[in-house]
């Protein structure tokens, strides 16, 4: 059961931003990445740095995130967030809004409904697809989908357990299938794997355990349909190159060298010359990603992309000098419990879909 905390919902008067906001794309730096009017369809993936209600839930650790929690979370700023999130989806597609949003760590369906109702992407056509996990801190995945361009068929949650440690609890995968281009079916996959808590090289095998399940069920999938269309996007804590998607998901970086059965990374590229999503100290980290089935590289088909249509959006305005390391670093909500106001500790990507004329 859960508490109300007593509070009042200031009015924000929510605004678009600014549709003229530099681009910085670090696959081709150089390139225009506006989305061009050949571009049908445009996915979203985005951590969006704990984005809580200001409810109790009693069954969650969620107590940092409370007004008298660790890090004073109450209504001006959780509207703040809001807002911010906004500002991003709408600067992200110069053309109309994503046609498909996939986020990670969300708190819950009500964080989603603000979102979507208490901005202005009321005035869109989003829907929302989500599920709670058994996560202990209660951040779950889900998918916002705009109805007029995408028809789910179906979703189901797969769990990520480990027999061997019934107190081990994570955040499910969502899978979704649907239309899209009136006859085209997607297979669709949101993912946060476990963080590296603890180290790397000690949590690696609970990323292991999530991609094997992704996987598992790509292939039952791919058994019934050898040219499905599969997207898996999202949180993987774990860089192109790692076990977990290089080996389990078999997610490569060369068109070259795939063999049967792998998968296409559309971000390898971009992590091999050094660019990321995330940044940790000095180093960038690609943990944000895409990883689709050879189906959607082939140009023959109604839909596909191309090894080059996916993208960071790290406009000038979603970063921050780094007072301690080279560079700029993504401007976050919270640095530790200071309250810094920002976006997300992570850039958002992005990647477009074609239709055959």
Not at 170 to 182: A, P
Not at 243 to 267: H, P
């Amino acid at each position: 059961m859960k508490k109300l905390i007593p509070f009042l919902i200031l009015i924000i008067t929510f605004f678009y931003g600014c549709k003229n906001a530099s681009i910085v794309q670090q696959t081709t730096p150089s390139a225009n990445i506006e989305k061009s009017a050949e571009s049908d369809f445009r996915i979203m993936t985005y951590n969006v740095e704990n984005l809580f209600d200001l409810y109790d839930d009693t069954l969650k650790k969620d107590d940092d995130f409370l007004p008298w929690g660790m890090y004073k979370w109450n209504a001006e700023r959780y509207q703040t967030k809001l807002k911010k999130i906004f500002k991003v989806i709408t600067n992200l597609s110069e053309w109309e809004y994503p046609a498909l949003i996939a986020l990670t760590e969300i708190e819950n369906q009500r964080v989603l409904e603000d979102l979507v109702q208490a901005t202005p992407l009321t005035e869109s056509d989003f829907n929302i697809i989500h599920e709670e996990s058994p996560d202990e801190r209660g951040i779950d995945v889900a998918l916002l989908y705009r109805r007029s361009l995408f028809r789910p068929i179906q979703h189901q949650i797969i769990p990520v357990t480990m027999p061997q440690d019934p107190h081990f609890k994570t955040r499910d995968i969502l899978y979704v299938s649907g239309i899209i281009n009136k006859t085209d079916t997607l297979h669709f996959f949101v993912v946060h794997f476990p963080s590296r808590r603890g180290g790397e090289a000690i949590s690696e095998p609970k990323r292991i355990l999530a991609a094997e399940k992704v996987r598992a069920k790509c292939d039952s999938i791919l058994n019934k349909q050898a040219q499905a269309n599969i997207i898996i996007t999202g949180d993987f804590n774990d860089e192109p190159s790692n076990a977990s998607v290089y080996e389990v998901l078999r997610g490569k970086g060369d068109l070259n060298e795939m063999q049967d059965g792998d998968f296409f990374n559309m971000m390898y590229a971009a992590h091999k010359k050094g660019h990321g999503s995330y940044k940790f100290q000095s180093s960038w980290n690609m943990l944000d990603q895409y990883i689709i089935s050879p189906a959607l590289l082939n140009p023959d088909h109604s839909i596909y992309t191309t090894t080059t249509s996916a993208h960071i959006f790290q406009p000038d305005w979603l970063s921050v000098k780094d007072d301690v390391y080279p560079g700029v670093k993504p401007n976050r909500t919270y640095s530790g419990p200071s309250y810094l106001g920002g976006y997300s500790d992570h850039y958002p990507i992005f990647m477009d879909i074609f239709f055959k004329k």
